[in-house]
């Protein structure tokens, strides 16, 4: 069986983030890409892999993956020898599906209420919300990366690439605390020199 991921993608989607993944991992794939503007993504054949009509989107083995951080987990327990996912069993599992999560559950939603304006989240509904509020995931990921180059210290895994490339939005969208913030400065420098990363952009 082909191991060829059809990955349909748009570069002003989420979908740049799986792109990174799949040259991280070694995947063989291929690009089909969608024109949002004529509104591709919404048309029937493409709602019959995501009804959702949202990339990006992935099918490998006849199985279809949507969701960035699903496809993102995926294709780390997809292509093991790649080593961007803890096996499991090693204790470091839970550290990685920890943060995995956390930027799919906190710093997304987080992040989108400060970039779309709306009031935080005060009392009982910032309890009720599983991110609470975007000055706790700031201090939350500050306080993971200070001791270490990644997220599990000196390993770099695919919840890096997930988190890291949220920070690069968050940074191009002029998200308050992440600019000239040193910890998250040099993590995302880091990420950048990744050879996958730049390949993934076109950049030599």
Request: hydrophobic content about 45%; overall charge neutral; some cysteine.
């Amino acid at each position: 069986m082909s191991e060829e991921v059809t990955f349909y993608y748009n570069p002003r989607s989420r979908a740049v983030i799986v792109h990174w993944m799949l040259e991280e991992v070694g995947a063989p794939y291929r690009i089909v890409t969608l024109d949002m503007e004529k509104g591709q993504h919404k048309a029937p054949d493409f709602l019959a892999i995501n009804p959702m009509g949202k990339l990006p989107a992935i099918v490998h083995h006849g199985v279809v993956v949507t969701e960035t951080p699903a496809i993102i987990a995926y294709l780390a327990d997809a292509f093991p020898a790649a080593g961007l996912a803890p096996a499991p069993g090693e204790p470091a599992r839970g550290a990685y599906y920890r943060w995995l999560f956390f930027g799919a559950g906190c710093y997304e939603p987080a992040a989108l209420e400060v970039v779309l304006g709306r009031a935080p989240l005060e009392g009982r509904h910032r309890a009720m919300a599983g991110w609470g509020c975007h000055a706790d995931v700031l201090a939350t990921l500050k306080a993971a990366l200070t001791p270490g180059a990644f997220l599990l210290g000196d390993r770099f895994t695919a919840a890096d690439l997930y988190i890291g490339s949220e920070l690069v939005w968050g940074m191009m969208m002029n998200v308050p605390g992440l600019k000239d913030e040193p910890v998250f400065d040099a993590y995302v420098a880091r990420l950048r020199e990744r050879p996958a990363f730049r390949r993934s952009i076109g950049a030599s």
